[in-house]
């Protein structure tokens, strides 16, 4: 018979009963409730929660096509969150910033009848046919700068679109610039639901069905009026305030309108029936003023990420009275002034900037004149073609056969 083992030093003949576990804190969630102090703070956790529920809510609710994303950037500016929803649009800016190189893969004219053609026929009035827009970007493409007829108003060209490169750096993109015809055309200001908001306009914030008839084009208006240095003026209403030496975009009773500084070449008359006012001109007397290329945030509206390249809009007025508007990706303040100058501009200013809120869109009389169907000047552009058909938050212009 075999001995038995002897255990090595430090080993336990026998397993050791488990120790006894500790007594189970229990209630100690309902004795944290008790505490007023917990109790103040989840009240008041409440009470946030549903405000920024029902605030959030209410924006994403709010009348108008905006996107989303648009909703909840411009909700977080209005809440003082500017510096966080610039952050994540950095973010996004600097996953995919503007291409430099390249050429444009899509066509170099909008899709319209030769303008040269088109004006050659026996209407009242001879077309004004603009020069062959010079391109930026040097040598031109086959069809860049071509103006394309894009709507005729008893047999006279009224709207001329043509496409450039917007710079000899971002080659493989495209801007529009459309010229309007004001002996064809008339003018209307609209207000938006959210801006400059409610009040007794008398016009609709939106082209409703019946009086789309004659619709030859819209476009976006400027920045918001808290933000454009500026006021909104319509048929008596003023939101802001109307600043002296402010671009302004005019719009006269008898259709017409007129771009200047207000005080200046522009004021207020018993024949004005609107005033939509942004930043200041970025053509003046045939110039570009050296102001453009300062302060570019601060003093141009908080692109994405404050960069300079970025979505723009413009408008300018020519010295034979026709109205000029510029739009496109990859913009800077200099190159838009520079292609609404190269347009033939006298007098422009900057209008609204960022994806968000470009649209410029024409109007074909087929298959029913009464109902009109739009077209994006630019396919690029993020607003549906229909944008203005529905009750939207921001101003615009509705341009309407005379």
């Not at 008893?154 to 080659?171: F, I, K, N, Q, S």
């Not at 819209?218 to 319509?234: D, I, M, P, Q």
Request: aromatic share 8%.
């Amino acid at each position: 018979m075999q001995p038995s083992p002897i255990p090595q030093t430090g080993q336990d003949v026998a397993d050791e009963p488990d120790a006894p576990a500790p007594p189970r804190r229990r209630g100690w969630i309902r004795r944290l409730l008790a505490h007023r102090s917990v109790q103040a703070v989840l009240a008041l956790t409440a009470v946030f929660l549903g405000w920024l529920g029902w605030s959030l809510g209410s924006a994403m609710a709010a009348p108008g096509d905006d996107s989303m994303a648009a909703r909840v950037a411009e909700w977080g500016r209005d809440h003082k969150l500017g510096p966080l929803v610039t952050f994540l649009e950095s973010a996004q800016y600097k996953a995919h910033p503007p291409k430099v190189g390249g050429t444009p893969t899509g066509a170099l004219q909008p899709a319209g009848a030769a303008a040269a053609q088109a004006g050659s026929g026996t209407s009242a009035l001879k077309a004004v046919v603009p020069p062959r827009l010079v391109s930026p970007a040097g040598t031109p493409l086959a069809g860049e700068g071509t103006w394309e007829v894009l709507g005729s108003v008893r047999g006279t060209p009224a709207l001329m679109g043509a496409y450039v490169r917007p710079d000899d750096e971002h080659t493989s993109y495209v801007a529009a610039a459309v010229s309007m015809d004001q002996r064809l055309l008339r003018f209307a200001l609209h207000p938006g639901e959210v801006d400059p908001g409610p009040d007794n306009w008398g016009v609709p914030t939106s082209v409703p069905a019946g009086q789309r008839t004659g619709l030859m084009a819209t476009f976006n208006g400027g920045f918001k009026v808290g933000e454009a240095r500026g006021g909104f003026y319509l048929n008596g209403i003023t939101h802001g305030t109307l600043a002296d030496d402010g671009a302004s975009l005019v719009y006269y009773k008898d259709g017409h309108v007129d771009i200047g500084s207000w005080g200046t070449e522009e004021r207020m008359t018993p024949q004005v029936a609107g005033v939509r006012q942004n930043l200041n001109l970025i053509v003046d007397h045939g110039r570009v003023p050296a102001g453009v290329d300062q302060n570019v945030e601060s003093g141009w509206g908080l692109t994405i990420a404050g960069k300079y390249f970025v979505w723009r809009s413009g408008v300018g007025i020519t010295h034979d009275g026709r109205v000029v508007y510029v739009y496109g990706p990859a913009l800077s303040v200099r190159t838009l002034a520079d292609l609404l100058q190269r347009a033939g501009c006298v007098r422009a200013m900057q209008l609204d900037i960022n994806p968000a809120w470009m649209s410029y869109m024409y109007y074909k009389p087929t298959p029913d004149p009464k109902n009109p169907t739009p077209v994006k000047l630019l396919d690029s552009q993020e607003r549906p073609a229909n944008r203005y058909y529905e009750s939207t938050s921001r101003d615009f212009t509705a341009v309407y056969a005379k």
